[in-house]
């Protein structure tokens, strides 16, 4: 790595210390697999709880300003006192989710399903999570269906898109504002033959009918194996239609593990094409989220783990030197071009990681300085009887 300018690094420090990550309500609470939920000592045990340990994290990492509430497994009687709450620990509630999966009406689809009555049921929850929105004050309406049908022949593939798109106007429609429609894809599961909204390009084709305020999200554990991820960063980037991220890491499937961790190099790479876009800052509408469970690791702690794991690839992925690579792109140096960007992912950022949360006023080592804290401990004793998060269950 080449000594960096002092512009430069001024440049790098301040864009590291304006990024912006959301975390999950759901996150915090206890999970598991099919197999097992192993209950922790500490977890929260209702909505409140949840934002307190966000904020919590916040504190630590001064990036995560913001926590995402899933309905109904957040549901409280009054939004705007959780939101006051949420002010008053320091930070405020994000993109709300919706959940149109755990109802045994769903069973043959929620929005997408044959019988209107279940469709206008299901349509009704997008629509009262608008109206969440407009109490928490959140801008983003996260949507994931898990829509689709198990055998050849069981539904009409073409007539199901048919009531996705009406589903999806009726919602759009209900947006005010700068409120946005963020639909998540995901290639399979719980659907097995074939599911609704399976890829980026579906996705995306919905979102270009709907208009301006309906946006792709990618999740980055929902493809494939080999799926380059950064292609369609780049190109949704490119055609104004990426929404943001649900970050995680996965080995299998959608396994919902911390972001950066089997795969450091797959998150530098996207975060490449983001700082290339200028897509990082959050005047450009992506939002950074965590979409994460923490199964058998303490969760706080992990995900003050997985914020450093983005901040990380963000800081290697400024750490490009754009000019050198452009250069050795248009000249065909394909060695050098990749010896470029290899030469910023191979840096070791944490000191000027360190640097910049000095510079924040917090402590350079926000996992040793929360294990010090005494948090953990603390919420263990006074929490009894944790919540699930609501998978496992
Ligand atoms: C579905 O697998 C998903 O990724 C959606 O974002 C859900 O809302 C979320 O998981 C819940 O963890
Ligand atoms: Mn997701
Ligand atoms: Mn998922």
């Known amino acids: 790595m080449t000594e960096i300018d ?50 919590t994290v916040h504190r630590f990492t001064g990036v995560t300003p913001t926590v995402a509430l899933h309905i109904p497994w957040d549901r409280v009687d009054d939004y705007a006192a959780l939101a006051g709450y949420a002010a008053e620990q320091g930070i405020a509630l994000g993109t709300i989710n919706a959940n149109v999966f755990q109802d045994d ?25 608008i109206d969440i929105m407009d109490a928490t ?38 947006l005010t504002g ?17 599911t609704d909204v399976p890829d980026w390009g579906t996705a995306y084709a919905h979102c270009l009918d709907l208009g301006e305020r309906a946006r792709v999200v990618i999740d980055t554990g929902h493809h494939a194996p080999g799926t380059n991820i950064e292609f369609i960063v780049a190109f949704l980037l490119r055609a104004g239609k990426l929404g943001g991220f ?27 094409e983001i700082v290339l876009s200028d897509a990082l800052g959050p005047r450009h509408g992506v ?6 469970c923490h199964n058998i690791e303490p969760k706080v702690q992990a995900v003050i783990r997985s914020v450093l794991n983005v901040q990380e690839a963000t800081a ?54 929360y294990k010090r804290s005494g948090h953990l401990e603390r919420v263990s004793a006074e929490r009894v009887g944790g919540d699930q998060a609501g998978w496992g269950a």
């Open 6 to 55: 002092p512009t430069t690094r001024r440049r790098i420090v301040d864009a590291l210390r304006e990024q912006r990550i959301e975390t999950p309500s759901w996150g915090y609470g206890n999970s598991g697999t099919r197999f097992r939920v192993f209950p922790q000592p500490g977890v929260p045990r209702d909505p409140y709880e949840k934002v307190a340990d966000a904020a």
């Open 316 to 369: 290697k992925a400024l750490l490009v030197d754009v000019a050198a690579l452009t250069a050795a792109q248009r000249s065909g140096d394909v060695l050098e071009a990749n010896a470029v960007l290899m030469d910023a992912y191979n840096t070791d950022v944490r000191p000027l990681l360190r640097e910049v949360r000095a510079e924040m006023g917090l402590d350079p080592d926000p996992v040793a300085a």
């Open 178 to 194: 700068e409120q946005r429609l963020l639909l998540e894809y995901k290639l399979f599961e719980p659907a097995f033959y074939m």
């Open 105 to 129: 009406d769903y069973k043959l689809g929620s929005v997408t399903n044959p019988d209107p009555a279940v469709r206008r049921k299901a349509i009704g929850h997008l629509v009262e999570c």
């Open 137 to 174: 004050g959140s801008r983003d309406l996260k949507l994931w269906f898990s829509d689709g049908t198990n055998y050849p022949g069981q539904d009409s593939v073409r007539e199901r898109q048919d009531r996705l798109a009406d589903a999806l106007r009726q919602t759009y429609d209900r």
């Open 287 to 292: 939002a950074f989220m965590l979409d994460q």
């Open 246 to 272: 649900d970050f995680n890491s996965r080995f299998y499937a959608d396994d919902d593990l911390m972001v950066g961790s089997a795969d450091p190099f797959q998150l530098f790479r996207i975060m490449h």
